[in-house]
Each structure stands twice: as structure tokens, then as C-alpha cells.
């Protein structure tokens, strides 16, 4: 038994405090305790136990109470965090808040969380058993089912059927005796693949989102770290779920920006779920119609195997695609653009056409070079206000009059 431990704390100091354990009391590495620091009572992290103290135990106290019986995390949780701490330069005590549930109370349904989580689809018919795949998608499951290790990327159309993809990687998973964490970029956003994945996978299915109230979520982490949930499916936090034996990791719809916390630490999904499966020797697939660039870099570098899926399942031809060189043209609208409205309209058809959402127009470039103005400050293209006749950038708050002749009407 230790007689001091290491405590790291939610707060913008990057170093431990070090306590004294009172009569009577072991706090575990991984269990949280609550201390006297300055003024306040808080909660932090046992991350060290000490049998020397490293400073002068003369001016150690007590903590006062632990709040956990049972410690929220492992070795390899802890040796995650560290990274964090390093790569996206916050204190330890930061990360670990940011990867674990933070409530106090456990929860007194383990299971109401799944629960919860499929009553909102009741109206959604999704087919409880593996569906039939097609050529496309058999190589694809295929090639990441091959190996236990390695990182993939599946990419194609809405449409034509990743999910089903993913959900039998994972069912494979299962069978291999590993668990699976499948992130999705909001929980809110993501219905049908959620119900999926309930549904799919039943009591052995854990949702884990900020929706949920802080005992829940702790109740939910219980039944992952246990061993009960086998299946953990979540927005970014998922990824810290204590899932054991991991053996597959699924990034859905990647590119999506909410990946990336907004707040310290500010770490991205797609990066931590990289180094996690590196770690656990798991499969790591992302997926999505509009990789990110950081990706499609890492394709081309042969760093992520690239699984095409070009057939929609339900069939019906894909868009047909141009893009328009403006240089030259008059007017906010390309001369091919006006033409085919027009037919469309003769035809007694429709059309929509997308706009920016802020100015008149979203860049502003010269008609001859195609020089585009930019901010002076951000090097980012300035918009074009049409009501004030000045171009702004949207980033600093940066504006400037127009260059030249009034813009074109």
C-alpha cells in the first residue's frame, strides 16, 4: 500500500499534486478522490502512487474522500491520455476529464441508455439481420476482414452502402471475441445508423453521447468496462469508451468537422481513433462520400487502403458533374449556367441553385487573371458585401471597398 499518490486535476496546470492517503483508505490508480485545493473542494485523477514522497511531506495533506469504488480506467487509458497531453499540449488532468464520465452516481438501469436511444426510431424499419451484398461490398468487407490489423478507408456515393459494410466488419469483430467503438460525427444527425446499430446488436450495443445525463453516461462506461457492451457507438468522446479486446474502429462520415473538439483539449476523433487502433492492434475504417483531405492524402500515400464503392443500390445514374472557369464571363452566373435553367424551366421543370450564406458573393477575382482578393490579415478570400459595397473577411472582421468598376451587376 502506497502511502501518497499523484492527483491530477481539470485545471490549466500541467503538473500533479500530491496527496497522503488517510487511515483506512487505498485510492487505486484510476479512481478519482476529492481533496482540499486552495479554497475549494475538487475532484482529480490518481494517476501515480508514491511509496517516497517527492516533496517535502511535511506540507502534504490528506484528500478526503475517493468517489470511485472501482477504478474508470486501465494502463492503456492512461498511456492514451498522456499522449493527448502531449499532442495537443494540455495538462494530463484536462484529458482525462475529457475522455471519462464525470458523474458521481452510477445509474440504476445500466441498459437505459440503449433503451432510451431506440425510442425516437420506433417509426424507422430497419432489418435486424445482415442484408445481402452486393459484389462491391463483399470485396470490401472482405479485404478488412483479412487481416486483424491495419487501417482502410471506404469510399463512395450516398448510397451505395457502406453502413451495411461496416455493420458486418464489426459483426466479424464480434465473432472474433473483440469488441467495436463505431463513432458517428452527431447522434442527433445519424438516426438510421444508430437504429442500425441497436438494433443489430441489442443488449450487447452501449450508446454513449453528451445527451445523456452524467450518471447514465457513467452507468453506460460500467457496462462497456465490464465486458457487457461489446458494441460502443457514440459521437467523438466514444472513442475513450474502455472497450476490451478492441478489434475494429469505425470513423463514419470522417470528414465531418465536429470531430474536432472546440474546447482544450482540443483533440480530433480521427487522430486519437489512429493511434488507438495503432495501440490495440485493431482494424481502423473510415468512411465517407467527401474525404477529408488529410485522408485523401494518406490514400495517395498508401498510409490508408482505399475501398471504392461506385454502384447505388437502389440504382438511378449519378449526377453529372462541371465545373465552370469564370474567367471571362459576366455576372455572378456562367453563361452554361443561365442556358441550363432556361432549358429546364422550357422543359417545365425546376431547379435550385445553392448560395452563400453571408454577402453577395462569397469571392471576388478579376475577370481577366482570375486573382482573387484576399484578406490582408488571414489570407483568406474576402466576401463581397453587395448592400455596404465592401468585401469583408469573415474570419478577423477585416474589410476593404472593392477594387476597381462597381461589381457587376
Not at 238 to 266: C, N, Q, T
Not at 390 to 395: D, K, Q
Amino acid at each position: 500500500m502506497a502511502e501518497y499518490v499523484g492527483v491530477a486535476f481539470d485545471l490549466p496546470i500541467n503538473r500533479l499534486f500530491t496527496y497522503r492517503n488517510p487511515p483506512g483508505m487505498d485510492a487505486r490508480i484510476g479512481c478519482r478522490v476529492e481533496a482540499v485545493f486552495g479554497r475549494r473542494t475538487l475532484a482529480g485523477w490518481v494517476t501515480e502512487h508514491y511509496e517516497q514522497c517527492p516533496i517535502d511531506p511535511a506540507s502534504v495533506k490528506e484528500y478526503s474522500s475517493i468517489v470511485d469504488a472501482n477504478p474508470l480506467f486501465g494502463a492503456d487509458s492512461l498511456e492514451l491520455a498522456r499522449w493527448i497531453s502531449g499532442m495537443y499540449f494540455c495538462p494530463l488532468g484536462e484529458a482525462l476529464s475529457a475522455m471519462m464520465p464525470s458523474g458521481r452516481k452510477e445509474g440504476r438501469s445500466a441498459s437505459v441508455s440503449a433503451a432510451t436511444a431506440t425510442e425516437a426510431f420506433d417509426n424507422l424499419v430497419i432489418g435486424e439481420k445482415a442484408l445481402q451484398l452486393s459484389e462491391e461490398q463483399q470485396r470490401a468487407r472482405d479485404a478488412i476482414c483479412a487481416h486483424t490489423s491495419g487501417r482502410w478507408y471506404l469510399y463512395g456515393p450516398t448510397g451505395t452502402g457502406k453502413t451495411e459494410v461496416f455493420l458486418q466488419a464489426a459483426e466479424a469483430t464480434l465473432a472474433e471475441g473483440r469488441g467495436v467503438i463505431y463513432l458517428v460525427p452527431e447522434i442527433a444527425l445519424t438516426h438510421q445508423v444508430l437504429k442500425a446499430l441497436v438494433r443489430r446488436f441489442g443488449d450487447a450495443c452501449a450508446v454513449i453521447h453528451s445527451g445523456l445525463s452524467p450518471a447514465k453516461k457513467l452507468a453506460q462506461w460500467r457496462r462497456v468496462q465490464s465486458g457487457q457492451a461489446r458494441v460502443v457507438v457514440g459521437a467523438r468522446s466514444a472513442v475513450f469508451a474502455p472497450v476490451r479486446d478492441l478489434g475494429l474502429i469505425v470513423v463514419d462520415e470522417e470528414h465531418e468537422s465536429s470531430y474536432k473538439a472546440g474546447s482544450s483539449p482540443r483533440y480530433h476523433a480521427r487522430q486519437v481513433a489512429m493511434r488507438l487502433a495503432a495501440a490495440s492492434g485493431a482494424r481502423l475504417v473510415m468512411g465517407s462520400a467527401t474525404p477529408s483531405v488529410e485522408s485523401w492524402h494518406l490514400m495517395a500515400q498508401g498510409q490508408l487502403q482505399r475501398l471504392s464503392l461506385t454502384k447505388r443500390l437502389a440504382g438511378g445514374d449519378m449526377p453529372a458533374i462541371s465545373i465552370v472557369d469564370m474567367r471571362g464571363q459576366e455576372g455572378a452566373l456562367s453563361s452554361s449556367l443561365v442556358d441550363a435553367v432556361r432549358r429546364v424551366k422550357a422543359e417545365g421543370g425546376q431547379s435550385i441553385l445553392f448560395l452563400n450564406r453571408r454577402g453577395f458573393s462569397h469571392f471576388w477575382s478579376c475577370r481577366s487573371c482570375g486573382a482573387e482578393a484576399s484578406c490582408r490579415q488571414c489570407s483568406v478570400g474576402l466576401t463581397y458585401h453587395k448592400d455596404r459595397n465592401r468585401l469583408v473577411c469573415h474570419y478577423c472582421g477585416y474589410s476593404a471597398p472593392p477594387p476597381g468598376a462597381e461589381y457587376p451587376q
